[in-house]
């Protein structure tokens, strides 16, 4: 079967299934399996698949419509133009995310200093940091072996060997260091979030995702905790739920932060709260 039909009936298969990107996750599947990219794809669509690719891309097809994630399946995922191996013990790195490293990179414009990421996952934030900021000191931290693992694997690949992942509960085994900025994208839905049940998420780590207090309990923890591992005048920075921004804001005001602000998305979203550490 020539390419270009067998990718319009997986489309089919996909919409059917209720996927939001049936054509788009049928090609990247079909890509994945050819090892080529969309643009060799739509030139050479009237070529024949072999039956190894067809088997292989029919699995992944079936696999995509009980509603495991393309990121899953494929095992990678582009954040901040940076090509990153995933893997189902970790969140899969999301567009919304970048709001964050965009927010961090205004604050750390210096050319040296210590960065912290908080729950790594899969290196993402602290790796797209890094590849920005080739004179700072990156760490990454996770409590799960997995991530840390993947993380390690994701900075080699990428030649970021430098970033330091560790495993580590928040701050851990962080005692006594102190750094100029502090990220976190911890887990901030509340257990009962219509959300879960929907999409990709339904696959992912819940600890990545949910947290007690109505999805607060976390964001909370770090804001406290947060201001015994900051160099005065750090900033910490949080990715919180859309509804969340004036409960962190308040947080931070309440334990003592100046420059407390909530920062919005490329959708106009609240996502990320701040606050500069002046003690
Ligand atoms: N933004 C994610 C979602 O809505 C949640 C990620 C998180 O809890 N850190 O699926």
Redesign the pocket.
Known sequence: MRLDVLLARAAKRLQASGSPSPRLDAEVLLCHVLEVDRTWLYTWGDREADSLSRARFDALIAARGQGAPVAYLTGEREFWGLSLRTHDAT?IP?P?TESLVEAALARGDAEEGAFLDLGAGTGAIALAFASERPGWQVTGVDLSPQAVALARDNASRLGLSRVRFLESDWFASLEGERFALVVA?????ADDDP?LAQGD?RFEPRS??VAGDDGLADLYALVHEARRHLLAGGWLLL?HGLEQGAAVRQAFEQAGYDQVATLQDLGARDRVSLGRWKA
Request: charged residues 25%; aromatic residues 8%.
């Open positions: 969140l999301r919304d994208n911890p887990p901030y839905l959300h998420v990545a995702l990715e």
